[in-house]
């Protein structure tokens, strides 16, 4: 980055910022040990929320640490990055079937299993979620944002698709409409209740979007009944009913995903499918894309996001321990400015570090140094 470029970009007060990252954090020994012995039934509830407290404050001061301007709680408190929050909502039950994903990496497949679910009820917001866990984060920042991570809507529909809508309760092509409707209301509710607590950054984690780029998952949702062609419209059209009404100072960012299971992925292909729609439609303040090796696709479909939205760059990959080299990330941020203005574009992670409890193979120490690098390299570019 020359220093002109460099001069010319004022940081970013708002989020997401220059510097940023997804949201989940490595799982510290002393907390996969506690949640085993809740499981076995040898550690109450109240002593496996102490050992989630502990591991929130340390993480959340290794955030600020670093130089992180946004913290969250590494999702310490989950099992998995949506089925938490999707069993939460009411008028969906966990079932006793099987769900798996087809995953893979450079070894080979690494599929992702998890229970099913229902809908059997009307969808509403039966209680604000993760609003505790919320409220504890808030309590332990110093000088960072505290971020929110949930679900997008999307994610509540990809899970099942329409076989798993009751039909006595959304019958019909009427029914499925008054599902979407009532599936974007629970969220309104859901976004109200946290701002009401204090959340000024929320990010809907979506890989539903992210999936249709890939063939293979367009030809499946056909298999089904959709249309591949035009499901990406009803995803940004049930999120932004969703948003809405947010505040003005509330941030709400998306984030694209094609897969993150220790370390294996579910899709391929870059943005080009959606790229049109999702970033010219999409009302959200901002984008993470993943673009951290050759299966995210090249800058090009960056072509389509307008003026005054973000887009963070998800250069640095959490599937490996490896450390990238900061030239060559200022580099491919210099390409990406190509597509769209350098002071519209930060810095951060491709996914998160740990989607499930499980993690991805990778350190601790991996994990600090690839944060720190995405500080240096984003005051390199844009300065403080």
Known sequence: MTETAQSSQAPTDTAPFRADHVG???RPPELLAAREQHAAGTLDDAGLRAAEDAAITDVVA?????????????????TSWHMDFIYALGGITKTDGRVEVKMRNSSGENNFTSAGMAVDGRVHLAEPIFATAFDHLASQVTTATPKLTIPSPSMVYARGGRAVIDQDVYPGDDGVEAFWADLSAAYADQLSAVYERGCRYLQLDDTALAYLNDPNHRAELAAKGDDPQTQHLRYIRQINAAIADRPADLQVTTHMCRGNYRSSWAAEGGYDHVAEAL???LTVDGFFCEFDDERSGGFEPLR???PGKKVVLGLVTTKT???E????LVQ???QAAK???LEQLCLSPQCGFSSTVEGNALTVDDQKRKLELIVSVAEQVWGR
């Open 62 to 78: 290794l955030q600020e640490s670093v130089g992180l301007r946004s913290a969250t709680d590494g999702e310490f408190r989950r």
């Open 304 to 306: 389509f996001v307008p």
């Open 339 to 341: 597509y769209v203005p």
């Open 325 to 328: 080299d900061a030239g060559e």
């Open 321 to 323: 321990g490896e450390l």
């Open 279 to 281: 970033f010219g439609e």
């Open 332 to 334: 491919r941020i210099e």
């Open 24 to 26: 989940s954090l490595l």
